[in-house]
């Protein structure tokens, strides 16, 4: 049976993305950017980005982000860097991400706080409408989707006869708790919740798989303490990376007009998805 190779990409903003599309053309060649606009078809997506659902696989490309803004995530990054190192191959991506969301309280598995394992985000027709009006939100509700996307992908493609195996955990998060001593100083423990929750629901589909994590950026006022509890267990645990995001040189402070420095520049949006894309092991 041929090996499906899933790469899940989850978090919040900048993970969903926020580098518009208009500016790749000052950084890249203009064939790079239509092979990007045109799409991968041998590199599918499935996502529920902030407030928009693809419904199923789709041809990874621009756009797979938010419904107001024509942006680019991380996915496309990812998926240029493994189209170049391995032409052809074949690779789902599966994006679950929402803007403004904490590890703390959104991502954290149900049980390790005794809420309500049932507390799915669409409990309500549209979600982050719902969130933005200030109606009540359970809790978990973040990893709740983030199984319910990875359970309907993997089943989707074993209806096509595929072998799913999930290859790499691409987590770019962090930025919501970097905001609070009390939330930053319990990271690492419920990233390790929140990623055993997750090889503890796919168990055979997780074998090996690579779980990198991302560093914020300068901006969020506990970011070096922040930074440091995703480099202590990336070092202490095994399968596990830490993306150095400032030694990176990753910015924020350039685009667009009136800069947003609190999301990543569109050039550098690219780069940390080729920066996830080295970690991948096939």
Known sequence: MKKAKIIIL????????????????????????????????????????????????????????EVSKYTVGPELGIADALD????????????C?????????????????????????????HMIRSLEAGMPIRASWCYNELIKITDESVKALEAEG????????????????????????????????MINGFKNAFPEYTVNCVFADAGISRVWPFYRELNEE??????T?????????????LTTENE?????????DSDCVIKLGHLFADTVRI
């Open 256 to 264: 667009p007009e009136e800069p947003d420095i609190y999301h990543y």
């Open 10 to 65: 989850a978090g919040q903003s900048n993970a969903v993305g926020v580098g518009h599309v208009k500016y790749l053309s000052k950084h890249f060649k203009d064939e790079k950017v239509k092979e990007w606009l045109d799409g991968y078809p041998n590199i599918k997506i499935n996502y529920f980005s902030h407030d928009k659902k693809s419904g199923g696989f789709v041809n990874t490309t621009v756009g797979c982000t």
């Open 230 to 235: 995703k480099r202590k267990y990336a070092e």
């Open 97 to 125: 991400a929402f803007g403004g969301t904490s590890l703390y309280r959104d991502w954290l598995p149900p049980a390790c706080d005794g809420y309500d394992a049932g507390s799915y985000a669409d409990q309500y027709e």
């Open 237 to 249: 645990h095994g399968n596990c990376v830490y993306i150095d995001t400032i030694e990176a040189k």
């Open 84 to 95: 170049e190192k391995y032409p052809g191959e074949e690779f789902y991506i599966v994006k």
């Open 162 to 193: 595929l072998a799913p195996r999930i290859i790499s955990f691409c987590w770019m998060q962090g930025e919501a708790d970097g905001c609070d001593p009390a939330h930053t100083a319990a990271y690492a423990g419920r990233y390790d919740a």
